[in-house]
T-cell receptor
């Protein structure tokens, strides 16, 4: 596989469920990102990881918990979400958190009931 | 807030050049201009970036004005597959992780 992959591509969950989104990059990059894209709103940066260390948390509620076990994998653990958290969640990677181009995965479309 | 201003929508005939404008009047000297596009229900795709010189690659050309306050993305021969939302972003070298997407331009290519 090449590029940035995300699983699952679609997810429906209740407000009491716990689920995890997975992102994997096959580009040899060191930085990974989580973005949220709600309907009719711009992409919002959520978290940044550089060499497995979290370098940015953009005031994201604690019901979203990221995990980066290594430079190739990034998870977003979800618990007690709200319906307004329904959105497209996009993962991206880049060589470093500098000027380098970010490459995005296809996203996970999440619906919270 | 995004540092760029783009028209919300444009259309272009298939086979013609699509010229997408972007205003970034508050751009600072260390900020690059990036363009991404997002086809419906997919992740954004990098197109091109530049600092002050015009740039060209296999996808598009980027024309940056001399004062760097605006730029134009040119798709030389638009196809139906170029229908997407195009985002113009300014990003500095030092804080490039703070990539901020605006609302973009929804480009529609008509047959």
């Amino acid at each position: 596989e090449t590029g940035v992959t995300q699983t699952p591509r679609h997810l429906v969950m209740g407000m009491t469920n716990k689920k995890s989104l997975k992102c994997e990059q096959h580009l040899g990059h060191n930085a990974m990102y989580w973005y949220k894209q709600s309907a009719k709103k711009p992409l919002e940066l959520m978290f940044v990881y550089n060499f497995k260390e979290q370098t940015e948390n953009n005031s994201v509620p604690s019901r979203f918990s990221p995990e980066c076990p290594n430079s190739s994998h990034l998870f977003l653990h979800l618990h007690t979400l709200q319906p307004e958290d329904s959105a497209l969640y996009l993962c991206a990677s880049s060589q470093e958190t500098s000027i380098e181009t970010q490459y995005f995965g296809p996203g996970t479309r999440l619906l919270v009931l | 807030d995004a540092k760029t201003t783009q028209p919300p929508s444009m259309d272009c005939a298939e086979g013609r050049a699509a010229n997408l404008p972007c205003n970034h009047s508050t751009i600072s000297g260390n900020e690059y201009v990036y363009w991404y596009r997002q086809i419906h229900s997919q992740g954004p795709q990098y197109i091109i970036h530049g600092l002050k010189n015009n740039e060209t690659n296999e996808m598009a050309s980027l024309i940056i004005t001399e004062d760097r306050k605006s730029s134009t993305l040119i798709l030389p021969h638009a196809t139906l597959r170029d229908t997407a939302v195009y985002y113009c972003i300014v990003k500095s070298y030092s804080s490039a992780s703070k990539i901020i997407f605006g609302s973009g331009t929804r480009l529609s290519i008509r047959p």
